[in-house]
C-alpha cells in the first residue's frame, strides 16, 4: 500500500480563518499515554473526514513529542497543521464530498494589496 508522506500547507489568511472556526470547537480526540497508536490515527482520520477542522487534545507534557505527534499526523493523513497551542493540536483536512468549511481568499481593500499579518489579525 502506497502512502503518500505529504503535509497539506496552508496560506497565512486561509490558517487564520481556520483559527477562527477553530476557536468554538471542542476536542474530539484525545491522545491518552499510550501515545500515537493505530487506532487512535484510524480516529482522527475518521474524524478528518466527518469534519475536516478538528482539535485533539495530547495529554503528554513534552511538548517536543506533542509537536512530532501533529507532524506525524498531518504527514500520514496528508493534512494541515493550524494550531498548536498547549496540549490542543487543531488540524484540517479537506474532504470535497462534504466541503463543510469554505476556506475564504485573501481580503483585500481599496488599495488591491493584500493585507499583512497584523491587519488581518485585526479583522
Known sequence: LFQRLIMLSLTIPERL???????????????????????VMKEIAESLKR???????????????????????CTELNAAPVQHIGKILVIYQPNPDASLIE??????????????KKQLGSR
Open 103 to 116: 476556506l475564504k481568499k485573501m481580503p483585500r481593500h481599496k488599495g488591491k494589496k493584500p493585507l499583512t
Open 51 to 73: 469534519h475536516e477542522l478538528i482539535k485533539i487534545r495530547v495529554m503528554g507534557d513534552d511538548r517536543v513529542l506533542r509537536a512530532t505527534m501533529l507532524e506525524q499526523i
Open 17 to 39: 480563518a481556520l483559527k477562527g472556526q477553530a476557536h468554538a470547537l471542542k476536542p474530539i480526540v484525545m491522545i491518552g499515554n499510550a501515545g500515537l497508536t493505530e487506532s
